[in-house]
């Protein structure tokens, strides 16, 4: 079945530092991947999208690019900010004649202190 | 602020007590979703309705029962739920049948408690 594997956290930054989380997923077809963000006690948000290979998703300085050849949608941004502590979710989707289904992977914890 | 509205935000019930959380959108959206989400977890897909019919139950409890009265509008009545149904219940929408998938846009949840 499709799956989505996130690289495992908690993660610790400190505020202007790097950030990288990886993402890679297994698919029987040809899905459409995005990476959701959920702030304590809020649901879950949109971060970015992309639906063919070599697609770069952006948004609020994140980036993640599709990577057909190596089934990966990694998340980078080039500067965290303590607002961006949350956690985020890499997952993909395939249509279905019966319906849009979305697989997650189990989330990555990111803190940034200042 | 989120664009799918779901009430109430938090809800304390009994084992024995019925009670329905709410969701609507007005996004136009064709596809409403119901998820589980226990912390420190990712969301577990309950039901998916497109057009207003159900199309996708993950094999829930029947003591959950989703409803979709029109297209803006997403309910799930609750019965004899158990302990092990406190989560966070979150309602999503999408635009169905677009070409490629349309992401899904989430509501920001009713946080349930069973005692």
């Known amino acids: 079945g499709d799956s989505v594997t996130q690289m495992e956290g908690p993660v610790t930054l400190s505020e202007e530092a790097f950030l990288t989380i990886n993402c890679t997923y297994t698919a029987t077809g040809y899905p459409s991947l995005f990476w959701y963000v959920q702030y304590p006690g809020e649901g879950l948000q949109l971060l970015l999208k992309?639906?063919?290979?070599?697609d770069k998703g952006s948004n609020k300085g994140f980036e993640a690019t599709y990577r057909k050849e190596t089934t990966s949608f990694h998340l980078e941004k080039g500067s965290v900010q303590v607002s961006d502590s949350a956690v985020y979710f890499c997952?993909?989707?395939?249509?279905?004649?019966?319906?849009?289904?979305?697989?997650f992977g189990e989330g990555t914890q990111l803190t940034v202190n200042p | 602020d989120t664009e799918v509205t779901q009430t109430p935000k938090h809800l304390v019930m009994g084992m024995t007590n019925k009670k329905s959380l709410k969701c609507e959108q007005h996004?136009?959206?064709?596809?409403m979703y119901w998820y589980k989400q226990k912390a420190k977890k990712p969301p577990e897909l309950m039901f998916v309705?497109?057009?207003?019919?159900?199309?996708i139950n993950e094999s829930v409890p029947s003591r959950f029962s989703p409803e979709c009265p029109n297209s803006s509008l997403l309910n799930l009545h609750l019965h004899a739920l158990q302990p092990e149904d406190s989560a966070l219940y979150l309602c999503a929408s999408s635009l169905p049948g677009q070409g490629r998938n349309q992401p899904q846009h989430f509501g920001d949840g009713t946080r349930l408690s069973i005692l």
């Open positions: 997952a993909l989707s395939i249509r279905e004649t019966s319906g849009s289904r979305l697989t």
């Open positions: 992309a639906t063919k290979a070599d």
């Open positions: 309705y497109s057009y207003e019919k159900l199309s």
């Open positions: 996004m136009g959206h064709r596809a």
